[in-house]
């Protein structure tokens, strides 16, 4: 790669990183170009180079979001609780050692709510938005197995998953807040009548 490339992906990385502190901070309709363009300490016109607008730029980072929360409920070697158990240990790891991490659920979590947005990214969104209902037949394996509790499995997968929402938002805000222990979640979906 050469040194030309490399600086400007290194000044895409840094508006990206910009934009994202901003949009989480105070919105995306508060967010203006000129605060992040000041932000990446570049001029408007470099960011244009990178981003034809602001939309653009939110669009990137939507992209960008929905391809890293990808998550595939296809282990057939664990059991469900083993697998949920990995599952948490990988966020926690990525949103404890990756300040960027934690501020894209925030994203995530908000652009549900917003209107304006092409409709190829809604899809995306809804995609990603269906971790929830993923999640129902590992629970229900689970519960088969006696190994996660008993209750309505649609109820405890959005416990479970907002429990984690929750915890990457905070931490998005407040990041020298400790990361939570993987046990304290998994207890959510913890059959402690047979552990």
């Keep these: 790669m050469s040194l030309r490339h490399e600086q400007k992906e290194q000044r895409k990385a840094v508006i990206l990183t910009s934009a994202l502190d901003l949009f989480i901070r105070k919105g995306y309709g ?3 170009v000129a605060d992040i ?11 244009f180079h990178y981003f034809d607008s602001k939309e653009k730029l939110y669009e990137e980072l939507i992209r960008i979001g929905c391809e ?28 404890c050692t990756n300040p ?10 908000n652009a549900q709510h917003l209107e304006h947005l092409s409709e190829d990214l809604k899809e995306m969104l809804a995609e990603a938005d ?3 209902k993923r999640s129902i037949p590992l629970i229900e394996k689970g519960q088969l197995l006696g190994e996660i509790r008993q209750g309505n499995p649609e109820a ?13 938002q905070y931490i998005a805000l407040h990041p ?3 990361c939570p222990n993987t046990i304290w979640i998994l207890s959510i979906l913890e059959n402690k009548e047979v552990n």
């Design 130 to 132: 269906k971790l929830i």
């Design 68 to 95: 890293r929360l990808k998550m595939d409920f296809h282990f057939t070697d664990e059991s469900p609780l083993d697998t949920f158990k990995v599952v948490v240990e990988e966020l926690f790891n990525m949103i």
């Design 176 to 178: 020298e807040t400790p």
């Design 30 to 32: 508060e967010t203006k």
């Design 156 to 168: 405890l997968a959005v416990s479970f998953w907002c429990s984690i929402q929750g915890i990457a």
């Design 100 to 109: 960027s991490a934690a501020k894209m659920f925030v994203l995530m979590e």
């Design 37 to 47: 363009a000041k932000a990446a300490d570049m001029s408007m016109g470099l960011l």
